[in-house]
């Protein structure tokens, strides 16, 4: 398995608030992702990666912004938190250039926003 | 937009049996598809891949492909109760993938 760790893995915040979650990867895999999980949605990508410092928007960026300054880090910040907001995160990576593009998942992060 | 659908569920099957699952998408141009499970509380870790039309066989699982009719399937024989989990298909065209809703899986023992 990818060595992936997400921090924190549980958080309360209170609306308005900023929010940065952590993704840290051993593996020196090039493309890493953020996604969102929520009932009856699936996953939905918010933000990816495909080398440090280069960063585009997925399906669900709004009110969401990224970095990545080293190869092992993704940082997701929230810039304002909204209650829409409460949701599981998960960071995935992938480490090939070439099909099949097989992502390897986080623990997850539990976002609560009241 | 691309889409990924699944069918909810929960689909309930007797232990021994064998459970279908089943997954389309609206892009063409997919080029690879994946099946992963996810255990309540859990993060999702892949158990198949599949990217050419017909059958690929992993132990107990069978992904099937048809790119004509844009139909993904997973069949798992013998289900056991660990089994018990949410099955996500997911697409992919190139380095962003798509994920359907998931399909709960139940296995009675």
């Known amino acids: 398995d990818a060595g992936i760790t997400q921090s924190p893995r549980h958080k309360v915040t209170e609306t308005g608030t900023p929010v940065t979650l952590r993704c840290h990867q051993t593996?020196?895999?090039?493309?890493m992702y953020w996604y969102r999980q929520d009932p009856g949605h699936g996953l939905r990508l918010i933000h990816y990666?495909?080398?440090?410092?280069?960063?585009d928007k997925g399906e669900v960026s709004d009110g969401y912004s990224v970095s990545r300054s080293k190869t092992e880090d993704f940082l997701l910040t929230l810039e304002s938190a909204t209650s829409s907001q409460t949701s599981v995160y998960f960071c995935?990576?992938?480490?090939?250039?070439?099909?099949?593009?097989?992502?390897?998942f986080g623990p997850g992060t539990r976002l609560t926003v009241t | 937009q691309k889409e990924v659908e699944q069918n909810s569920g929960p689909l309930s099957v007797p232990e021994g049996a064998i459970a279908s699952l089943n997954c389309t998408y609206s892009?063409?141009?997919?080029?690879?598809f994946f099946w992963y499970r996810q255990y309540s509380g859990k993060s999702p870790e892949l158990i198949m891949f599949i990217y050419s039309n017909g059958d690929k066989e992993d132990g107990r699982f069978t992904a099937q492909l048809n790119k004509a009719s844009q139909y993904v399937s997973l069949l798992i024989r013998d289900s056991q109760p660990s089994d018990s989990a949410t099955y996500l298909c997911?697409?992919?065209?190139?380095?962003?993938?798509?994920f359907g809703a998931g399909t709960r899986l139940f296995v009675k023992a």
């Open positions: 593996e020196n895999h090039r493309y």
């Open positions: 995935a990576t992938t480490g090939v250039d070439t099909q099949p593009y097989e992502q390897y």
């Open positions: 997911a697409v992919t065209g190139g380095f962003k993938t798509i």
């Open positions: 990666s495909y080398g440090v410092k280069d960063t």
């Open positions: 892009d063409r141009g997919s080029q690879s």
